[in-house]
């Protein structure tokens, strides 16, 4: 009978042990915050040193001058801690999926590939799916808040319809893939730790 009082009070003292160690971080990007995108993450702590992050963002407005930013992503990531996990710097590894609408914009850059310019006459409108690695670093504000940059780079396969301007439904191509390499995570998150 004592016996299974210690094994109940070990367990006890374990589960406390942790729930006083930062085991889960909410956070809001900062960068998606500028471009009026809804967005929100959390991370799990999987060990002292590995961490599993999700976050996803949407944005469904259209701009003025029937300019369209129209997006939904999520993004799912394992991170490895340098020093203990939500502190100092880490590394990432993330896929990335979701749906866009965009078009209106004067781009003004052609990267690896991809012409942005393209978006002032045009609208896209599809789905991507890839993955990357990142790099970040996570400053200590206080007992429960983090400030955490991360800068991440990939590979993104879109299909995608083609119109041929940003407010009206001429569809001028159908159903074309495209392959994307470059930055495919900038964040400035805010982040709480419980």
């Given amino acids: 009978m004592k016996f299974k009082y210690h094994i109940i009070l070990l367990f006890t003292l374990c589960f406390c042990l942790e729930m006083k160690s930062q085991t889960i971080a909410v956070k809001s990007n900062l960068l998606y915050d500028l471009t009026s995108s ?40 394992v991170r490895y801690w340098l020093c203990d996990r ?9 896929l990335h999926g979701g749906q866009y609408n965009i078009g209106g914009f004067d781009g003004r850059v052609k990267f690896l590939g991809t012409d942005a310019r393209k978006l002032k006459n045009t609208r896209y409108q599809g789905w991507f799916i890839g993955g990357g690695v990142a790099y970040g ?3 200590l504000l206080g007992h429960h808040w983090n400030l955490e940059t991360e800068i991440g780079f990939g590979y993104s396969y879109t299909r995608y319809d083609k119109f041929r301007c940003a407010g009206c439904g ?9 392959h ?15």
């Fill in 137 to 139: 670093y996570a400053w």
């Fill in 170 to 178: 001429k569809k001028v191509e159908t159903n074309k893939p495209h």
């Fill in 180 to 194: 994307y390499v470059g930055p495919t995570k900038a964040a400035i998150n805010l982040v709480y730790l419980f």
């Fill in 86 to 94: 939500f502190g100092a710097h880490f590394f990432g590894a993330h």
């Fill in 38 to 77: 809804i967005n929100a993450g959390i991370e799990l702590g999987l060990s002292p040193h590995w961490t599993l992050d999700i976050s996803g963002n949407y944005n469904g407005w259209t701009m003025s001058h029937d300019r369209r930013w129209k997006h939904w992503a999520v993004q799912p990531e």
